[in-house]
């Protein structure tokens, strides 16, 4: 799809999303971005504003959950941040 509507008040082109493949990115500011890579130079960051978008984690081995008392985390695998197993 490659149509145009008013968003925001404003005239926007719109392309469907479905089967894009791209990376959730923390910009050094804080925000986080939807990065989808066009070649090895180029890519755009979209502002994620959905609100209940699904992810899928594909063959993502650096990618890890952890449960640290009541919270629950997604961040990078122990091999990664060089995490020490416990034993025992």
């Not at 180029?42 to 990618?63: K, Q, S």
């Not at 985390?73 to 197993?85: F, R, T, W, Y």
Request: with cysteine; glycine share 12%.
């Amino acid at each position: 799809m490659n149509d145009k509507c008013w968003y925001g008040g404003v005239p926007a082109e719109v392309n469907s999303a479905a089967g894009v493949k791209g990376t959730l990115i923390r910009t050094l500011g804080g925000a986080m971005v939807f990065r989808v890579h066009h070649d090895r130079e180029r890519f755009t960051d979209y502002e994620l504003r959905h609100d209940d978008l699904g992810v899928t984690i594909d063959v993502e081995e650096l990618a890890a959950f952890y449960k640290v008392g009541e919270h629950d985390i997604l961040d990078h695998s122990p091999q990664v941040l060089g995490l020490k197993k416990i034993e025992g």
